[in-house]
């Protein structure tokens, strides 16, 4: 698994003219699925997550994690973190995982994350959708996470 983490003001995803659903403070979280992840890749990105150090402390310190701050989440499914372009114009996602696996391996890694630190505090969009995604960067900061090999 691939997660791009974008610490946030806030953040909304919306599907056709309405909000699904919106966040203040905390992270918005793009989660890639690769065909080789499973659920133990879930849950230690969840928890890497709910840890990271990169909101600031009273010494302005990159020292405090989204729990620390009683932050919020909002998880966006988001295949194209496993494009390949090192061949043409055309990106291939043939690294992603299928559909079926990916959506299971999503609400798992959601499940995860509302289990460390609090399932009001997680929101997400609608695996699969087109969402329109509307954030104002804390930072910016922005961090690249993967999970272990499993296999």
Known sequence: MRILIQRVKEASVSIGDSVYSQINK?????LGIKHSDCEIS????????ANLRIFEDAQGKMNLSVKDISGQLLVISQFTLYADTQ?????????????????????DFIHSLQQVIGIDRVKSGVFGAMMDIQLINDGPVTVMVESKETN
């Open 87 to 107: 061949k043409g114009n055309r990106p291939s996602f043939t690294d992603a995982a299928a559909h079926d696996i990916a959506e299971k391996l999503y609400n």
């Open 42 to 49: 879930a849950q230690y990105l969840a928890h890497r997550c």
């Open 26 to 30: 905390g992270l918005l979280i793009f």
